[in-house]
């Protein structure tokens, strides 16, 4: 099978994709340390037409030369902002109407496989995401807050997943619902 | 809600996962270039009982101290081989009835969403994956190898994933039909 070539993929320009109607989904940043992870959230935000990135606390923003070299340009296409403090960036998503998840392993936690956003229901307007620090996780105080957590079942000897790894497996989920039931109607 | 404690978690050890029955899914690195998304693969693959990684080409093995900062560990876990070419690799598994698809945008690929692998055939034996260099992606000659390409659906203006984070979805999404059928049994 013969590879695309960059020209037989179609990609869009940052313009195009400034217009594009986005999926109502919002990464909300706790104090990610690696501008790895930060910029490789970017270059996944990108691909999949995420409203926005919250960047709190210790998280780096752009411009920056390090998240470039993972987010190759997606920090220009993404609309971003920060929020010195994680919590506040909650209560303004929440204010808006948004639905907002920790993902975490807590007592009682929904199941990524169980999570069925609803996009024609009246409220929630959205959906928003909360990554947790890399060491740490996602504060408890802002767990507390959210309106309830996302758990990836795992198998393994760590029960633990990279940050980038594990947004990137919550937007593909969210994506999948989002754009199947686009061509579905 | 409250976050679970790492005891809570039911963290399995690394004597339990060696002896723990595996996805029959073997991941191979065509010459990948970052320690850190080597490390990030071998976390992932821990996480949902990969089978095992062929590391290729110019793709550093463990022990390695770069590798272990993300892996975290689950490099000891996680059986893997080194093949100085790829093209051997990608033989070696044919050659036990695995079918081996590059993960490549190429004309006629399969998207991931239609993929569904079947574990009660009496052929194929078990799947492999194929992930490309971070610049170059999958060679040519090693897709032309391949049983197939498949393809993540993408809809930014960069149209490439980090390869960790594209590793990662194409793993989850075995993984659901893996344990999922398994507790439908």
Redesign the interface.
Known sequence: ????TML??E????E??KA?TKMPLVIVLDNIRSL?NIG?VF??S????VEAIYLCGISATPPSLEIHK?A???ED?VDWQYFADTHEAVRTLQQRDYQVM?I??????TML?DWKPDFHAASPKGYAIVMGNEVK??Q?SV??Q?D??LE???????????V??TT??VI?EF??EY??GESRE
């Not at 990609?11 to 940052?14: F, K, L, N, V």
């Not at 975490?104 to 936690?109: D, I």
Request: glycine share 10%.
């Open positions: 099978m013969k590879k695309l037989e993929m990609r869009i320009s940052t195009e994709f594009s790895n490789s270059r996944t990108d691909a999949f037409r993972t190759l340009g997606a296409s920790a975490e392993q807590c007592q009682g936690s496989t996780g996602v408890q767990v507390d959210c309830g957590c990836i079942p795992q198998y393994g000897t760590k029960h633990s997943l990279n980038a790894v990137g497996l593909w994506a999948k754009f199947e």
